[in-house]
Each structure stands twice: as structure tokens, then as C-alpha cells.
């Protein structure tokens, strides 16, 4: 399995970002997807997850303002993120757990994204 993460980069404080992430390699509806982040000095924390039906959790910091969604045909997850903070400011990591293997895991490349106050 590999992913491909794109998007990130420098947007101000209210502003709005996109990151997508496509699977490749395996059947994508086999996976629970995610995006995580980690900021300099803090461990990599859940944003937000979805499974392959569409239901979705979220980190109660971007509960509102962030929505994740998939596109099963393309194989791919979205991060749709709005009203950006400083404390958004993160490298995001896409996330694959297999629904019936939970020890198969794989991470994408890190995206940074940047949020100026």
C-alpha cells in the first residue's frame, strides 16, 4: 500500500486549505482512512477519520471547521480544512488501518502546513 498526500503549504489565520491523499496498491474500501499532525514539540494526534461507508470522527479542536471525506471511486481522502488557526500549524500525515487487520497500518508522507496569525 502506498499514499500520496498532496496539498499543505502557507495560508493565513481564517483562511481555508485542502489536502488529499490517494491510496494505491490495495482495495480502498478495505480501509478505515485518517489524517493525523504532529507540531514541533508535541506528539502526532488524531485530526480526523472516516470509514468506508462515510462515518466520521473528529478531534474536538477541528470539530466544525475541518471535514473529511472519500471518494471511494478515486481512491482517495480529503481534508477539507476552513477557518485555519495558528495552532493548525502542523506536519499532517495520511493514515490507511485495514478494517479487518487492524495491525496493517501505513502512513503517507508528511504535509506541512502553516498557518500565519
Known amino acids: 500500500v502506498q499514499l500520496q498526500a498532496s496539498g499543505g503549504g502557507l495560508v493565513q489565520a481564517g483562511g481555508s486549505q485542502r489536502l488529499s491523499c490517494a491510496l494505491s496498491g490495495n482495495i480502498f474500501s478495505l480501509y478505515v482512512m485518517g489524517w493525523f499532525r504532529q507540531a514541533p514539540g508535541k506528539e502526532r494526534e488524531l485530526v480526523a477519520d472516516?470509514?468506508?461507508?462515510?462515518?466520521?470522527n473528529y478531534v474536538e479542536s477541528v470539530s466544525g471547521r475541518f471535514t473529511i471525506s472519500r471518494d471511494n471511486a478515486k481512491n482517495t481522502v480529503y481534508l477539507q480544512m476552513n477557518d485555519l488557526k495558528p495552532e493548525d500549524t502542523a506536519v499532517y500525515y495520511c493514515?490507511?488501518?485495514?478494517?479487518?487487520?487492524?495491525?496493517?497500518?501505513?502512513w503517507g508522507k508528511g504535509t506541512q502546513v502553516t498557518v500565519s496569525s
Open positions: 493514515n490507511a488501518v485495514n478494517r479487518n487487520n487492524r495491525r496493517m497500518v501505513y
Open positions: 472516516i470509514n468506508f461507508v462515510g462515518a466520521a
